[in-house]
């Protein structure tokens, strides 16, 4: 099964810090390349716990005692930490790109490249797809999609000609969709106009930035003192709630200040944002929108 080259690999697992004895989370496993560079630094005494809720991702399993991987979501990842014995760890590594793999399977529906039905999930066990996005939300709901997941400036007009569109018949398939979309998909921009588009549903059928944000949250309490995340990010909205978790601990606002004017927060930040080289970018093109940022807990 191909998965992609994992990206900022060097970089994402040296942010770690890793402790050979070490008890370590790959919330992101996918093709296992991050997890394989994570076991490669712990000593026989180490632990490092994989989550992936797409079942495809269980191919990839590690066969190695140090190694733990659970087909769950990772916004559950206290629970089944807990679960498995685990109160405190020392370090947790994310990235959170779509695998070459998802992409590259036609009938997962992630891909503008073929002809699906509407999915783009992630987890097939979930009940919402790209199918209800499309045929079943409102405008008010696709229009802040569109606007807030693909900063698409027209996305009242976009969702408008999928409101008419679905009212004759169902879009059930990738090809009904860009159909649709055809007024919209300017010629010089066409593929940059449906890979926007297609993001957009993806956060949505997946809830992309809930999860991220239940995640965040949760490993405050998760890491020993002195223990590191370590998060690849692939689009700004992202970004922006991992770099102001890390600031702050908020997602917005400012933290309080005691009397005395000072902050209480639980990260410090190691090391400004990290990108890929243009070599690596040269050789993995899914690695040209990354960003890397590795927090220490205080």
Known sequence: MEYHNPVLLKESVDGLNIKPDGVYVDVTFGGGGHSREILSRL??????FAFDQDEDALNNAIDDPRFTL???????????????????VDGILGDFGVSSHQFNVAERGFSTRFEAKLDMRMS????????????????????????????????????????KAREVAPIESSDQLKEVLKPFLFKEKEHKILAQIYQAIRIEVNQEIEVLKE?????????????RISLISYHSLEDRL???????????GEPEKDFYGNISVPFKKVKGLIVPSADEIYK???????????????
């Open 43 to 48: 000593g026989e005494k180490g632990k490092l």
């Open 70 to 88: 659970i087909n769950e979501n990772f916004r559950y990842i206290k629970r089944f930490l807990r679960f498995h014995g685990i109160k405190k």
């Open 124 to 163: 097939q066990k979930s009940s919402l797809s790209a199918f209800e996005v499309i045929n079943e939300y409102d405008h008010e709901q696709l229009k802040k999609m569109f606007f807030e997941y693909a900063d698409l400036r027209n996305a009242s007009k976009i969702a408008a000609e999928i409101i």
């Open 215 to 227: 995640f965040l949250l949760q490993t405050e309490e998760l890491l020993d003192k002195g223990g």
């Open 242 to 252: 991992v770099k102001r978790y890390i600031r702050s601990g908020l997602f917005e």
């Open 284 to 298: 993995n093109n899914r690695a040209r929108s990354a960003k890397l940022r590795i927090a220490v807990k205080l």
